[in-house]
T-cell receptor, first 113, second 115 residues
Framework: AQKITQTQPGMFVQEKEAVTLDCTYDTSDQSYGLFWYKQPSSGEMIFLIY??????QNATEGRYSLNFQKARKSANLVISASQLGDSAMYFC??????????FGKGTRLSVIA | DARVTQTPRHKVTEMGQEVTMRCQPILGHNTVFWYRQTMMQGLELLAYFRNRAPLDDSGMPKDRFSAEMPDATLATLKIQPSEPRDSAVYFC?????????????FGSGTRLTVV
């Protein structure tokens, strides 16, 4: 069974600084994908970034990048130049093949002006 | 932008009443998921469909929950009878299940309160 662990219940970051949100995963599958979602206070779930297990390069999407360390089974999200609008819950998720996403418990990020 | 539409956004009901939540997935998406979000358990998968066929509903309490997809444009989640412990936010999501890089698109959720 897949399992996602996010060890940071809450994080604070100064505006314009970079922040790393941790995520480790546990899967026995060779082919899998890792996802990050953002959930602002309004409640919607917003897809941010994807990393495939066979991707050699770390994924990047604008200010978001994924620090993928396959041997350590970690897929940390890095947000550069934090903005006040980045304050939200962030969820890491994993899927293998066609199976549904399995989510971690989330990290609440607060950006301070 | 294409979006997943969920109704109602909020529902307050008394214990024992039937609750029906509806979801209109994105046109062309062949996979539909129902997730429940609570503070204690986080996001839990309740059930999902591919090409309208139910693939897994092991996350649902079978005695009171049922999920159906009567056509490609509508998925429903019913709770009968509802209980206070069912209070949660219920999300519907849709995607293309055979493409690993596709993140799902989530609806805005139905916030259910059972009193």
């Amino acid at each position: 069974a897949q399992k996602i662990t996010q060890t940071q219940p809450g994080m604070f970051v100064q505006e314009k600084e970079a922040v790393t949100l941790d995520c480790t995963y546990d899967t026995s599958d060779q082919s899998y994908g890792l996802f990050w979602y953002k959930q602002p206070s309004s409640g919607e779930m917003i897809f941010l970034i994807y990393q495939g297990s066979y991707d050699e390069q770390n994924a990047t999407e604008g200010r978001y990048s994924l620090n993928f360390q396959k041997a350590r089974k970690s897929a940390n999200l890095v947000i550069s130049a934090s903005q006040l609008g980045d304050s939200a819950m962030y969820f890491c998720a994993n899927r293998s093949g066609n199976t549904p996403l399995v989510f971690g418990k989330g990290t609440r990020l607060s950006v301070i002006a | 932008d294409a979006r997943v539409t969920q109704t109602p956004r909020h529902k307050v009901t008394e214990m024992g009443q039937e609750v029906t939540m509806r979801c209109q997935p994105i046109l062309g998406h062949n996979t539909v998921f129902w997730y429940r979000q609570t503070m204690m358990q986080g996001l839990e998968l309740l059930a999902y469909f591919r090409n309208r066929a139910p693939l897994d509903d092991s996350g649902m309490p079978k005695d009171r929950f049922s999920a159906e997809m009567p056509d490609a444009t509508l998925a429903t989640l019913k709770i009968q009878p509802s209980e206070p412990r069912d209070s949660a936010v219920y999300f519907c999501a849709s995607g293309l299940g055979d493409r690993g890089a596709d993140g799902y698109t989530f609806g805005s959720g139905t916030r259910l309160t059972v009193v």
